[in-house]
């Protein structure tokens, strides 16, 4: 990211992900959203919208079927300019959520600003609420303040059936982690969709 280079990766990172997302579609596999991360430097860009739009529509990918996730650090640093990006991403159609929340420094007045649909709680929180009462109520305070803003709640890191259970009972919408699957190559997760996962 120091040394510019977080740029043209970002940006074939963003390409192949949207590529891939349409090849599966046009296969047959029931449809999917591919989320991919921003960087802070991605994000500055004041052509990131341009260049969002332009591979959508080059590749022919509904703009629903794509999901950008930013940081809190990387919404706040900028929170004007990120607010606006936010808001004509999401016009476009896509799907905005805040990664690792809670570990950063959000602004509540300036969350809500935010054109955003989920919020994703940090792996930490889903690792430690188990043994950890506090760490608990944080999850319970995300989770709420996510259902007062309308938005979705999704659990990173989750390993266990325990971690599953709680955060199904607490009605966290989406859960990911390696309970299901560790990351695995095009071919491997071609083969799960085959099988129906998702």
């Avoid at 890191?157 to 955060?167: P, S």
Wanted: with cysteine.
């Amino acid at each position: 990211e120091d040394s510019g280079l977080i740029i043209p990766i970002g940006d074939w990172v963003l390409e192949q992900a949207i590529a891939q997302t349409k090849a599966w579609h046009d296969a047959g596999y029931k449809p999917i959203t591919m989320a991919v991360n921003l960087s802070l430097a991605q994000f500055k860009e004041k052509v990131l919208f341009d260049k969002v739009k332009q591979c959508l529509e080059r590749v022919k990918l509904a703009p629903h079927y794509l999901e950008l996730e930013l940081t809190e650090s990387i919404a706040m640093k900028n929170a004007d300019a990120a607010i606006k990006i936010t808001q004509q991403l999401a016009e476009l159609g896509i799907q905005l959520s805040i990664d690792d929340f809670g570990t950063g420094y959000s602004s509540l007045s300036y969350l809500q600003r935010f054109a955003l649909h989920k919020l994703k709680i940090d792996q930490s929180f889903s690792f430690n609420m188990i043994e950890n009462k506090e760490t608990e109520n944080i999850v319970n305070a995300i989770i709420s303040l996510a259902k007062s803003l309308n938005l979705k709640t999704i659990a990173e890191g989750v390993e266990t059936v325990e971690q599953l259970n709680m955060l199904v009972t607490k009605e966290c919408d989406e859960i990911q982690g390696y309970y299901f699957s560790k990351p695995v190559p095009v071919d491997e997760f071609t083969t799960l969709l085959a099988r129906g996962f998702s």
